[in-house]
């Protein structure tokens, strides 16, 4: 239970803890002693490549499989002692689709209904209601192998809702699915938090886990790696500076003298400078340039992104990722 600090505050309460987690499949370690502390209303994303044992993770505080070792609370539900509370408590989407094809969308929704022992009048509200949230209506009546991999995937979530879990797991939710579709996708976990639901996410996408995560762990050979928000995560890693490009040659060489400690690349007429891309640092170089009298054709600002977190922990296993490096550039 939560306790009361110094101040009088009370911490939020852990929708989801776990202490030394253990998961071995015959001599290899999936999970080597993982601890997770997740607050209630919040998104955690469990980042990491193919294999690096995010699925076991919510097997195993989903009450799928057991875990070898160590203890977890799940909704205030231990998992060894209360597996039934726990499933009371979540709903999962995994990363293939639950959905039947061969009936239609309303009729999956109904059957969800019945496994949670709905009454037949409310199961079709619920089921109603959840289908024009999911903007699935039109098409309820239509079999689900129909469907594109978009609609496939709201079904999936608007099914896992019907039981209306305080925690749900979802594991690689947006695997295979367009750029649309995925940012639809995000929408929905938005909204499903801000209903007050805490969100397990599991990713490969690390612009997935920088849009919609209160906070990141990266899984690396059974361990978490490290663990905190992106922002955090990326003050970890060096590497943030400040490009200066001129036209003038000139303006160049004389920039270049003024800046001894700046990288030269004298074919391109650019200066690097170290920076962690603060307002403070970038009025200090746009105050010297005014100063000396020197104008920059461009100033481009590079701070570490999630990419160079994750490469720099993992020692460069590759991931997928489809944002490009965080740059802003002043003119």
Known sequence: MPTSSADGV????AAISAAGLR????DKTVLDGIDLRIPAGSVFALLGPNGAGKTTAVKILSTLIGADGGQAQVAGHDLATDPQGVRAAIGVTGQFSAVDGLITGEENMFLMADLHHLS???GRRVTAELLERFDLTEAAKKPASTYSGGMKRRLDI?????????????DEPTTGLDPRSR????QIIRELVSDGVTVFLTTQYLEEADELADRIAVLHEGKLAAEGSAEELKRLIPGGHVRLRFTDPAA????????????????SLTLQLPSDGSQRELRSILDWLDAAGVEADELTVHTPDLDDVFFAITGGTSVPSQADQSKETVR
Not at 183 to 186: D, F, G, S, T, V
Not at 252 to 267: K, N, P, Q, T
């Open 120 to 122: 037949r009048q409310e």
């Open 23 to 26: 998961k071995s499949y015959g």
């Open 183 to 186: 940012h639809n996708m995000w």
């Open 10 to 13: 009370h911490p939020s309460p």
């Open 158 to 170: 608007a099914m896992t809702l019907v039981g209306s879990p305080r925690i749900i797991f979802l």
């Open 252 to 267: 160049y060489r004389s920039a270049a003298v003024e800046l001894g400690e700046a990288s030269r690349d004298d074919e």
